[in-house]
């Protein structure tokens, strides 16, 4: 991709699953980054099988002290900031009638006031120095109903329409989009669905297999590159094609 080479890169959520694979291919393109992750052991394990990151930050996204730490702690391993990659997220599979509160905001806080807190300290730096290109982490669970997801429906929702409300206000000198994934088999998927849930996935989606964490890496590092430098204020689905059909989808 062109114009990653040197780029400074913040990943949240990067000690695994999807944010580590992108941490993986960012340092392929050349660029310097920083893994932010609540998981102080996953930010250990990552810094040693990604011996090129520029450093790791344990930090909890929904915890705005701790983002403004953070943010401190980037400011003397990057110097600045030109790509965020706001993915840390958390997923709760539950009946709607059974969500309590307590659930409902421990989803929100992390997948919306997180990816808030997260993209508006780094607007600022970003703002400060050259510009930049934020790409927040939603899920085609934003876009379509389904079963058990009430909460984190609304939260991946909230993420699209927060964008493009960030992409008009930060135009010119930062662009925001959006990541939709489906099915991609990571821990998360993993932890929360049974052998026969992941086979009925798969036969959900067209292409006829689950996504890898690297095919949804590829699509953030085209985003962030000078390719896409006229893209803004867009989501952008990888998903095998599970929703192309829209309700003809939904077997
Ligand atoms: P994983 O659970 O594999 O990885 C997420 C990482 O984020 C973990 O290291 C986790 O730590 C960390 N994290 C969780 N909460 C916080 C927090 N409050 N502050 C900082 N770090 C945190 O998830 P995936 O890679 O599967 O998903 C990444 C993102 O992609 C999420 O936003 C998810 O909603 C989204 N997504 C995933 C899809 C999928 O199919 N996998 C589909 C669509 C969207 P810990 O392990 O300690 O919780």
């Known amino acids: 991709m062109r114009g990653l080479k040197e780029k400074r890169v913040l990943i949240t959520?990067?000690?695994?699953?999807?944010?580590?694979?992108?941490?993986?291919r960012f340092l392929e393109e050349g660029s310097r980054v920083v893994v932010l992750d609540c998981d102080d052991e996953g930010c250990r394990r990552i810094k040693k099988e990604l011996p090129g990151l520029a450093g790791t930050?344990?930090?909890?996204?929904?915890?705005?002290?701790?983002?403004?730490?953070?943010?401190?702690?980037?400011d003397g391993l990057l110097k600045g900031l030109n790509v965020l990659i706001n993915n840390a997220g958390i997923s709760l599979r539950k009946p709607f009638v059974d969500i309590t509160l307590d659930d409902w905001c421990r989803v929100m806080d992390v997948n919306l006031k997180g990816v808030f807190y997260v993209a508006q300290q780094a607007a600022r730096l970003m703002d400060e120095g050259e510009g930049g290109v934020i790409l927040n982490m939603g899920s085609t669970n934003a876009l379509v109903g389904s079963h058990y997801y009430a909460s984190y429906n609304a939260s991946k929702a909230g993420v699209v329409e927060l964008s493009r409300s960030m992409a008009?206000?930060?135009?010119?000198?930062?662009?925001v989009n959006v990541v939709c994934p489906g099915f991609i088999l990571t821990v998360m998927q993993k932890a929360e669905y049974t052998p026969k849930m992941l086979r009925t996935?798969?036969?959900?989606?067209?292409?006829?297999?689950?996504?890898?964490?690297?095919?949804?890496?590829?699509?953030?590092?085209?985003?962030?590159?000078?390719?896409?430098?006229?893209?803004?204020g867009q989501y952008f689905v990888?998903?095998?094609?599970?929703?192309?059909?829209?309700?003809?989808s939904q077997k």
């Open 238 to 248: 990888i998903d095998g094609g599970e929703i192309a059909g829209g309700l003809a």
């Open 13 to 24: 959520g990067g000690a695994t699953g999807i944010g580590a694979a992108t941490a993986a």
């Open 57 to 74: 930050i344990c930090a909890d996204v929904s915890n705005k002290e701790e983002v403004d730490r953070a943010f401190q702690e980037l």
């Open 168 to 175: 008009l206000e930060l135009a010119p000198k930062i662009r």
């Open 201 to 232: 996935c798969e036969g959900k989606v067209p292409l006829g297999r689950l996504g890898s964490p690297d095919e949804v890496s590829a699509l953030f590092a085209f985003l962030a590159s000078d390719d896409a430098k006229f893209i803004t």
